[in-house]
């Protein structure tokens, strides 16, 4: 799916999901499980680009983070999702751990904003991301980040029913393994999305703060 769209500072947000150690860092608690997928598609080195660009341009950079965890998290919930479950018995993004830092090339520079953390999938769901995008004029959205077919997925479909013009980072996301790259990027996106882009598709689209387009 390709865009008919450009990307400007005037309009356009970059959402970095979930950028914490315990994904994307060797040594982080999730790397192994991410680590072929994320070294076939250059995910990091792509997820670089992509926020380079951003920052170049001048489009506005937040941050959606998952919950940080703490032991007596969800004790007392009544309902818990297997991911939720699955979470707290690894305390993974553990509140204080070096897993629940920021990757270091992706830590947010003053000036960027860093959302309410999310308890489950939805960057959206009982946070201040709507509010935050709309008090900065975001009508466009562009997502890279972890993981695809969990928080990156139901982010950006929560982001189509509120309104917004959808872009997914296909080499610039990550996940467990091939079928989900397939579910998310063949199956689901193309019932909501309304661009799923290469990263240099993307970099092809965006203009500066002048308008000029980047080449």
């Known amino acids: 799916m390709t865009s008919d769209a450009r990307y400007s500072p005037q309009d356009t947000a970059l959402l970095i999901v979930d950028p914490y150690n315990d994904f994307l860092s060797e040594g982080g608690k999730l790397w192994p499980r991410a680590k072929d997928v994320a070294e076939r598609v250059g995910l990091l080195d792509h997820m670089r680009t992509v926020l380079a660009t951003a920052r170049d341009r001048g489009l506005r950079v937040f941050v959606v983070p998952h919950h940080r965890t703490a032991p007596g998290d969800y004790r007392t919930w009544e309902y818990l999702s297997p991911t939720q479950q699955r979470v707290m018995a690894g305390q993974t993004f553990?509140?204080?751990?070096?897993?629940?830092?920021?990757?270091?090339?992706?830590?947010?520079?003053?000036?960027?904003?860093?959302?309410?953390?999310?308890?489950?999938?939805?960057?959206?769901?009982?946070?201040?991301?709507?509010?935050?995008?709309?008090?900065?004029?975001?009508?466009?959205t562009v997502f890279i980040g972890m993981r695809a077919n969990t928080c990156v997925d139901t982010t950006a479909r929560?982001?189509?029913?509120?309104?917004?013009?959808?872009?997914?980072?296909?080499?610039?996301?990550?996940?467990?393994?091939?079928?989900?790259?397939?579910?998310?990027?063949?199956?689901?996106?193309?019932?909501?999305?309304?661009?799923?882009?290469?990263?240099?598709?993307?970099?092809?689209?965006?203009?500066?703060?002048?308008?000029?387009?980047?080449?």
Not at 129 to 140: E, F, G, P, S, T
């Open 158 to 215: 929560f982001g189509q029913e509120l309104g917004y013009h959808v872009t997914l980072v296909r080499d610039a996301i990550g996940s467990f393994g091939w079928e989900e790259m397939t579910a998310t990027f063949d199956l689901n996106a193309p019932l909501y999305a309304h661009a799923v882009l290469t990263t240099g598709e993307f970099v092809g689209l965006v203009d500066g703060a002048d308008g000029e387009g980047f080449r």
């Open 94 to 140: 553990a509140e204080g751990s070096w897993g629940a830092e920021w990757h270091p090339d992706f830590r947010p520079r003053e000036g960027e904003i860093v959302v309410r953390q999310h308890w489950a999938s939805s960057g959206f769901a009982n946070t201040d991301l709507d509010l935050l995008l709309k008090q900065h004029h975001v009508r466009k």
